[in-house]
């Protein structure tokens, strides 16, 4: 598969949703790439990509974003307290805040930078134990929380269990994102990101379509 396919993809599933072309947002995910294939994307025009570690992003995109200004880079992966003023420095949107301690941290840095990425809350809508993110009863709490503090938060981000049907979490995840008043869905990735487009997604997270396989960190 390639780029313009999986842009045709999307476009197809917001007219058959009889949403506007344009209304989702794909996030090209780079983590683990070889530099020539993001390089490559890089040279189509496509400005919105995604990693999963701070570390990772913060060798490689400095000098992308300085040769590519247009560039938006959102951190899909989960972030750690000793990382935020990296990542509020790298990044344009945040998609992990999963915890009162890291938006805490976060807050704490909106006032002494004066300036903060968009914020993604990430709910963990199987309520697996292994998994990050906000359990679903917790939600609506941690939204007021995190309001008080002046976070701007976008919207609400999951990752459905791998064994479980994932239209039923992108329509649990709109219903509480709806109910806080929250226009902002990142859901759906490569194998799935059209039935997240057709229950409302935002933002679609799609990496080894566009790039190939991932290969193995070091």
Known sequence: MS??????RIAAAEAAS??????????AVSKVQPPERVEAVLRTGHTVFGENRVQEAQAKWPTWKESFPDSKLHLL?????????????????LHSLDRPKLAGALARLVQEMGSCPEIFIQV???????KAGVMPQE???????????????AGLMCIPPVEE???????????MAE????SGLSMGMSADFETAIRLGATHVRVGSAIFGDRLKPA
């Open 3 to 8: 780029l313009p396919e999986i842009q045709t």
């Open 18 to 27: 009889n949403r506007p072309l344009g209304a989702v947002e794909l996030i």
């Open 77 to 93: 992966g989960p972030l750690q307290s000793n990382k935020v003023r990296v990542a509020m420095e790298l990044f344009d949107v």
């Open 124 to 130: 963990n809508t199987g309520e697996e134990p292994q």
């Open 139 to 153: 939600v609506d709490a941690f939204v007021a929380e995190c309001r008080g503090m002046d976070l701007p938060i």
């Open 165 to 175: 049907e994932p239209a039923l979490h992108f329509a649990l995840l709109a219903k």
């Open 179 to 182: 109910r806080n008043g929250l």
